[in-house]
């Protein structure tokens, strides 16, 4: 947690947001503690009691305004998980805005919601990105990264961090540029270099999350206030989907982590840079393919090919059939032969 300078932007505590703190650290306690299972290695769901290597505590004060409480209660699966991805659009921001923040703060012209986005800012990529970072080899990373992914924090996260979208459009726009430069000093020049050669698909990711972000933040009011999890594993969501889905979640990870490493001044070893990036970048494309299937995004043909874009409403139709059959099979299987 931030020491020093930075303590001074911790603002008085806020007994319901501790509590909302305390179970996202309950859930991050997971993270790291079992092997994930094949599909995606999703987690078990077993739940430690001790901090994983590299995880945040729990902050003595986190002064953070009323509206979080939509924020904490509203999970990707209650808006339409596909509709929710453009919200991880926020994340690419983090580094921008965290270094506007700090500068208001050291010359004492910081709002009281700055000063509450800042230590949140901190505390979220700490929380998230620290245990990726800690990461021992490739399939240590590969799990960190997929429970993190299995984790309703991440979704938590990335909601709290939305209900302050007019803030984060405050900072400078994120670029591939921006971000391999800000990247440079912790992956090093071979992966701020990776980063460029991808700028046409990377920039054409950022441009589609503002739109997503656009299109859907009118509808925030709408959406229900009751709380349930995304299952990537679920029945009800189509393979296609659930495989985009991933992707969008990994690439949010990904860059949480890089995030952290630039505002801790953490120079990230190289196997360990090389494998995050090359994820990063791999889960970015995967993500644009579904966020260019979205009516009302705007991505270049040249980028991501409409032979290559999904077709929504024939994997609606194909996984309604297969559901339709599976049900009639289980149905039949039930009633045994007939006599």
């Known amino acids: 947690m931030p020491s020093g300078p930075r303590a001074a932007v911790i603002a008085p505590t806020g007994s319901w947001l501790e509590a909302q703190v305390i179970a996202v650290e309950a859930e991050l306690s997971g993270v790291c503690s079992a092997r994930p299972t094949p599909r995606h290695r999703r987690t078990t769901g077993t739940r430690g009691v001790s901090h994983p290597p590299g995880a945040a505590r729990r902050p003595r004060a986190l002064g953070i305004t009323d509206q979080v409480r939509q924020a904490w209660i509203v999970t990707a699966a209650e808006i339409a998980p596909i509709d929710a991805t453009p919200f991880a659009g926020v994340v690419p921001w983090l580094v921008s805005l965290w270094r506007k923040l700090r500068a208001a703060v050291e010359v004492h012209q910081a709002t009281n919601e700055e000063q509450q986005v800042l230590h949140l800012i901190e505390y979220v990529t700490s929380a998230i990105g620290r245990p990726v970072l800690a990461a021992s080899d490739v399939d240590d990373l590969d799990d960190r990264l997929d429970s993190l992914i299995d984790s309703e924090a991440l979704l938590a996260s990335i909601h709290l961090l939305a209900q302050h979208l007019t803030l984060f459009e405050t900072a400078e726009p994120p670029s591939t540029t921006r971000i391999a430069a800000a990247a440079g000093d912790s992956l090093g020049a071979a992966q701020a270099r990776l980063l460029m050669e991808a700028q046409p698909m990377l920039d054409a990711w950022l441009s589609a999350q503002r739109q997503g972000i656009a299109r859907y933040t009118a509808e925030m009011s709408t959406w229900a206030g009751r709380r349930r999890d995304l299952d990537l594993a679920s029945p009800d969501l189509p393979a296609e989907l659930a495989e985009c889905l991933f992707h969008a979640l990994r690439a949010t990870v990904s860059i949480i982590a890089i995030s952290c490493a630039v505002i801790g001044d953490q120079r990230v070893e190289p196997w360990l840079a090389r494998a995050l990036t090359e994820?990063?970048?791999?889960?970015?494309?995967?993500?644009?393919?579904?966020?260019?299937?979205?009516?009302?995004?705007?991505?270049?043909?040249?980028?991501?090919?409409?032979?290559?874009?999904?077709?929504?409403?024939?994997?609606?139709?194909?996984?309604r059939h297969a559901r339709d059959v599976a049900r009639r099979t289980l149905e039949a299987a039930r009633m045994g032969p007939s006599s």
Do not use: N, T, Y
């Open 279 to 319: 994820r990063f970048l791999e889960s970015a494309k995967q993500h644009l393919r579904m966020l260019a299937s979205l009516p009302g995004i705007v991505v270049d043909e040249v980028i991501v090919p409409h032979a290559e874009r999904l077709d929504l409403a024939a994997i609606e139709v194909r996984h």
